[in-house]
């Protein structure tokens, strides 16, 4: 297949490619109605309207600056969540840390009562579950040394037969 190129080695522009319509811009696209006799269309314009503009306010009115967040309640809330790593005793310090930092909140009108109430949830549930887990291992100790006091015969540890018996 060829194509036809200009005598310089360029594709002509005014000629289309094998297979395809020349291009008219006083015909109208295919599928579009084409213009009344005697009207020339120039496409769809859109119309002028007035820029509308805020302007400049009359006073600057200054941003008032936010409260400092209580320092306390950051430490509560760490305080807290550190108890998963400790087993729950830094958690109950964070419970206590949240309330003293909400009192100091309404006192002094600080930011972080959040945070402050995070400490406190997340501190007595931490708290909670640590308890409830060190609880379980004493009871299953109980367990273990009543069963052993009871049958004498009773060994806790695994069998494990030794290969040579002597």
């Given at each position: 297949?060829?194509?036809?190129?200009?005598?310089?080695?360029?594709?002509?522009?005014?000629?289309?490619?094998?297979?395809?319509?020349?291009?008219?811009?006083?015909?109208?696209?295919?599928?579009?109605?084409?213009?009344?006799?005697?009207?020339?269309?120039?496409?769809?314009?859109?119309?002028?309207?007035?820029?509308?503009?805020?302007?400049?306010?009359?006073?600057?009115?200054?941003?008032?600056?936010?409260?400092?967040?209580?320092?306390?309640?950051?430490?509560?809330?760490?305080?807290?969540?550190?108890?998963?790593?400790?087993?729950?005793?830094?958690?109950?310090?964070?419970?206590?840390?949240?309330?003293?930092?909400?009192?100091?909140?309404?006192?002094?009108?600080?930011?972080?009562d959040?945070?402050?109430?995070?400490?406190?949830?997340?501190?007595w549930?931490?708290?909670?579950?640590?308890?409830?887990?060190?609880?379980?291992?004493?009871?299953?100790?109980?367990?273990?040394?009543?069963?052993?006091?009871t049958?004498?015969?009773?060994?806790?540890?695994?069998?494990?037969?030794?290969?040579?018996?002597?």
């Amino acid at each position: 297949m060829s194509y036809p190129q200009q005598p310089g080695g360029g594709w002509q522009q005014d000629q289309p490619w094998p297979g395809q319509q020349a291009y008219d811009p006083n015909q109208p696209a295919s599928g579009q109605p084409a213009s009344p006799a005697g009207y020339v269309d120039y496409g769809y314009q859109q119309q002028a309207y007035p820029a509308y503009g805020y302007g400049t306010p009359a006073v600057v009115m200054p941003v008032a600056a936010a409260p400092p967040t209580n320092g306390m309640a950051i430490a509560s809330l760490v305080c807290s969540l550190a108890g998963l790593a400790t087993c729950g005793l830094t958690s109950i310090v964070g419970a206590i840390l949240g309330h003293v930092a909400r009192r100091q909140i309404r006192e002094r009108g600080e930011a972080g009562d959040g945070l402050a109430l995070a400490g406190i949830i997340s501190g007595w549930i931490i708290f909670g579950l640590a308890a409830l887990g060190i609880a379980a291992y004493i009871v299953f100790a109980i367990i273990l040394v009543s069963a052993a006091a009871t049958n004498p015969g009773f060994d806790p540890t695994p069998y494990n037969p030794t290969p040579y018996p002597s």
